[in-house]
């Protein structure tokens, strides 16, 4: 029998796009990968507002098998995630608001996401941030460059058309399949590469 896969801390917060932190939350379910659930307060929001999604037991409804999920509070800077004793496979903030992002580049650790996040980058695991603004500003990207620097992927919400989706969960899948191959997780999500497509 291998070893059971390490968890991996998924976080939730208030960027547009909570459809992608969905299906993410659902592909790992379906992977089998343990995972840690954390939203932010304006993350439930825009579950609220954008999905009618307005509890847990409605997420978890549309996210499959939770056997393998463990939520904590965003305000429990204390909590598993906080921890760097904790093995974990690495953190994903999917969708990542800009204002989660800059705090984690300064390293203010004001919630668990931040602090949890500020754990991954001390113990050099992996950090994925799935942003979504537009336009950037200067002070966007240069907290993107500092987060590049201190060793995080910044893999934001900009799904390629190469593949003429039809739907919107094609585009979905595509940003979604990237941070699972980020992960090292096996998926069928998105398009695979073919000799003269782009990234
Ligand atoms: C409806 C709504 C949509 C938002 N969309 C975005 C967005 O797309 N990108 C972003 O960076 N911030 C967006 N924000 C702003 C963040 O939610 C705000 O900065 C918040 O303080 C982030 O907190 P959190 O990172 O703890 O969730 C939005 C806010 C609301 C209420």
Same mark, same amino acid.
Do not use: Q
């Given at each position: 029998m291998g070893d059971a896969p390490l968890p991996v801390t998924a976080a939730i917060t208030g960027a547009s796009g909570a459809l992608y932190g969905v299906r993410l939350l659902r592909a790992l379910n379906d992977a089998g990968v343990p995972v840690?659930?954390?939203?932010?307060g304006t993350g439930w929001r825009l579950? /609220?507002?954008?999905?009618?999604?307005?509890? +847990?037991? +409605?997420? /978890?409804?549309r996210t499959g098998d939770w056997q393998?999920? @463990?939520?904590?509070?965003?305000?429990?800077?204390?909590a598993t995630p906080a921890s760097g004793s904790s093995p974990s496979r690495g953190m994903v903030i999917c969708p990542c608001s800009m204002g989660t992002l800059a705090s984690i580049a300064q390293g203010t @650790? /004001?919630?668990?996401?931040e602090r949890a996040a500020d754990v991954v980058l001390k113990e050099r695991r992996r950090l994925?941030?799935?942003?979504?603004?537009?336009?950037?500003?200067?002070?966007?990207? +240069?907290?993107?460059? /500092?987060?590049?620097r201190a060793g995080a992927l910044v893999l934001p919400a900009s799904p390629g058309f190469y593949h003429r989706p039809q739907r919107i969960e094609e585009l979905i899948d595509f940003v979604v399949g990237r941070v699972l191959s980020q992960l090292g997780i096996q998926h069928s999500l998105g398009p695979h590469w073919q000799s003269g497509e782009a990234d």
């Open positions: 840690r659930l954390v939203i932010s579950l /609220r507002e954008e999905l009618d999604i307005t509890s +847990e037991a +409605e997420l /978890r409804d393998l999920v @463990t939520v904590y509070r965003d305000d429990d800077r204390g @650790t /004001r919630s668990l996401v994925i941030l799935v942003p979504r603004e537009t336009p950037y500003s200067a002070i966007h990207l +240069e907290n993107m460059l /500092r987060l590049t």
